[in-house]
C-alpha cells in the first residue's frame, strides 16, 4: 500500500486560501473521479471543510495530487504551494488519525470534525473511488476517534460560552428539568446562551426587556412568558438562572436586591450569568451564600481552563494515536507479505523453467541423470537468491517504521500483485 | 474464623482506599469500578466475621472496643453502598474508603479474642441502643461526607476555577439533597438510640447514667437538633447546614473514639 497525503489547514493557510482551494459537494464526486482516473492514483477521498482540505490517495506520488488540486482549481502552484503540506505513509495514516479524532482541529476535541471525515468517506463511497486500502484506512481511522474519545478527556469540558454556562448550571442544579431561566436585554450571546440551557433541560422562560415589544417577541421563540422591565425584579424570585446583557451603564441589579430576592426564595441558590459590558450585576453578588455569578471574563477563565484541561488530555491522545499508528501500519504490511513471497516464488520459476524449456535445443544430449541434475540445480540457484529477500521482508514486516520492503521487493523483481 | 474474615475484609477494603487515595493525589478518578467491587465483597466478609463472632460469644459483639470499630466499619460501608445504589455518585468513594477503611484496620489492629462480657453490659437493652447508635452515626457519616463534596464544589465554583476533579464531582443540589436525607435519617436513629440508653440507665440504676459520653452525645445531638431546626425553619441550606453537619460528626467521632478516654460506663474491656 502506498499513501499519500496532500492538503491544507487553518495551521497553514488563511481563510482566503482555504476558501478557493475547498470542494463543494457538487463538485466533489466529480473531482474524485477525475483524481481516481489518473495514471498512478488508484485511490482517492477528499475531506473539504471551512478549516481544511485533504486529499488522500493510494498512490505512489503525492506530486500527482498536488498537480490535480491546482489544475482543478485552477490555480498556480507556486501561489498556494507554501502553503500545502503532504504526507507519504506512516506519516499520512498518523494525520488521518488526527485528523479524525479531532487533535488538529482549531478547537482540540471539537466532536463535528469526526462527522465530516465520516462524510467524505460516504461520499467516496457513492462515487467508487475507495478501494480496499482506503476503507481500511477510515474505518481504522474512525475507530481509533472513538477510541480517543471515550479514553482521555480532550472532548469533555465546555470551550464556549454557551456550554459553559450550562456545565455550570448543571454543576449548581445537577438536573435543569423543571427550572427557569430568566432573559434581561436581548443580545445575541444571551439569546444563544438561553437556547443551550433550553435544550439541556430548562422547562420554562421568562423574558424581559426595556422594549417590552422586543421582549415578547424573545418570548415567542422560547415559548416562554414575556414581562414588564419595571417589574423583573418581582419575577426574578421564580428564576433559578438569570441571564444578563443590557446596554446599561450602570448596575441593574445590586447587592441589597439579590439578597432580598434570595431570602424570598427560601435561599434555593440562583445562578446569574452576566455578559453585559459594561457589567449589569454588582459583582459582590457572588458573595451571597447560595448565589453564583458569572460575568463573560468569568466565563472565558472557564474556557480557558478547560482548554487547557484539553490540551494535556491532547498529549494522552497523541499516545494512543501513535501505538494505533504503528498497529495499523503492521498489520497493513503484514497482509502485503505472504503474497508478495507467494508472487516471488511462482515469478522465478516461472523464469527458470521458461530459461530451460528456451535451451531445450542445446540439453537435448544431456542423459536424463543430468537433465534432473540441471533441475535440481536451477531450483538450488532460485532458492538461493530468493532466500535474503525473503528472510528480510518477513522480518521487516514486523516493524512498523521500517521502510515498505514489500514493495521495493516487487519492484526489483517485478512482481505484480494479483 | 471470624478474625480471618475480618482480615480479609480488610484487604480488600485496602483496595478502596488505595483507590481514595490516587484520585485525590491525582484529581482524576483511577480504578473505581475495581474498588467498588473489592468494597463490596469485603462488606459481605465483614458482615460474615461479625455473625461469627457473635455466634461464638452468644451475644451482639458490641461488649469489646475492635468490636465497635468492625461494626462501625461495616456500617459505614452499608451506608456508603445505599448511598452509591440510590445516587451513583461515586467521588463519595473518596471521602468514605478511607474511612472504613482506618475503622477495619483500627478494629484488626485492637483485636482481643477475650469474650468476657462485663455483667453490666449483659441486657436485652443492648440489641435496641447500640444498634440505633450506630445506624444513626453510619448515616450521620454520609451527611458528612456529601456536606465535604458540598463545600468543595461550592469553593469551586465562587472562585469560579475548576479542574476535572470537580467535573467528577456531583452537583451542590445533589450533594445537599444527600446530606439533608442521611440526616434526616440519621437524627431519628441517634433520638431514638439516647431514649433507649437513658431507658437503659433507669432500669439498672433509676437515675440516668453520667458519663462523659452520655454528655457528649447529648451536645452532639444538640448540634444535629439544630441543623434540622435551621433547615426546616430558617431556610438553610448548603454552605452553613454543611458546616454544621461537619461540626455534628466531629462530635459524633468525639463521643465514639473518646468513650475510652473519659472513663465512665462506655469505656470498653481491655
Known sequence: MQLALVGLSHKTAPVEVRERMAFNSDALRAALTSLVGRQEVNEALILSTCNRVEVVAESADERLIREFLCEFHQIPHESVSKHLYSFRNVEAIRHVFRVAASLDSMVIGEPQILGQVKEAYRIAADAGTVGMHLSALMNRAFAVAKKVRSETGISQSAVSVSYAAVELARKIFGDLAGKTVMIIGASKMGELAAKHLKRAGVSSVLVTNRTFERAVELAKVFEGAAVPFEHFADHMVGADIVITSTGATHFIIGKNQAEQIIHRRKNKPMFFIDIAVPRDIDPSVNEIDNVFLYDIDDLQQVIDDNLKERLKEASRAEEIITSEVEAFCLKMKGREVVPTIVQLRETLEKLRRDEIERNRRHLKDLSPEQQEALDQITKSLVNKILHTPIEQLKQLAHDPQGPDIADLIRKIFNVKLQ | ?270
Not at chain 2, 475492635?66 to 471521602?95: M, N, Q
Not at chain 2, 445537599?176 to 438510640?193: E, N, Q, R, V
Not at chain 2, 447529648?218 to 447546614?241: H, Q, S
Open chain 2, 1 to 270: 474464623m471470624h478474625v480471618v474474615l475480618l482480615r480479609l475484609a480488610l484487604g480488600l477494603y485496602s483496595v478502596g482506599f488505595a483507590h481514595a487515595v490516587l484520585t485525590a493525589l491525582k484529581k482524576k478518578q483511577t480504578f473505581f469500578k475495581p474498588a467498588l467491587a473489592a468494597t463490596l465483597a469485603g462488606f459481605v466478609l465483614h458482615v460474615g466475621s461479625i455473625v461469627l463472632r457473635a455466634m461464638d460469644v452468644r451475644y451482639l459483639p458490641l461488649t469489646q472496643q475492635y468490636e465497635a470499630f468492625s461494626f462501625f466499619g461495616a456500617l459505614a460501608t452499608l451506608g456508603f453502598l445505599i448511598a452509591y445504589a440510590k445516587y451513583r455518585i461515586a467521588p463519595l468513594s473518596v471521602f468514605a474508603f478511607p474511612v472504613i477503611f482506618i475503622m477495619t484496620f483500627v478494629a484488626n489492629l485492637y483485636y482481643d479474642p477475650s469474650s468476657s462480657i462485663p455483667p453490666v453490659l449483659r441486657s436485652n437493652w443492648i440489641y435496641i441502643h447500640t444498634p440505633l447508635v450506630f445506624l444513626g452515626y453510619a448515616a450521620l457519616f454520609i451527611a458528612f461526607a456529601a456536606a465535604i463534596m458540598y463545600l468543595i464544589q461550592e469553593r469551586a465554583l465562587k472562585s469560579k476555577h475548576s479542574t476535572r476533579f470537580h467535573n467528577w464531582l456531583p452537583s451542590l443540589d445533589m450533594c445537599d439533597d444527600l446530606a439533608y436525607k442521611s440526616l434526616a435519617i440519621g437524627f431519628p436513629l441517634i433520638t431514638l438510640g439516647i431514649i433507649t440508653g437513658a431507658l437503659w440507665a433507669q432500669a439498672v440504676w433509676g437515675v440516668w447514667a453520667r458519663d462523659a459520653k452520655v454528655l457528649f452525645s447529648f451536645l452532639t445531638w444538640l448540634v444535629y437538633m439544630l441543623l434540622i431546626f435551621y433547615r426546616l425553619i430558617a431556610g438553610w441550606r448548603g454552605r452553613k447546614a454543611a458546616y454544621l453537619s461537619i461540626v455534628g460528626f466531629i462530635g459524633v467521632l468525639v463521643t465514639f473514639l473518646g468513650a475510652n478516654y473519659f472513663g465512665g460506663l462506655h469505656t470498653f474491656n481491655q
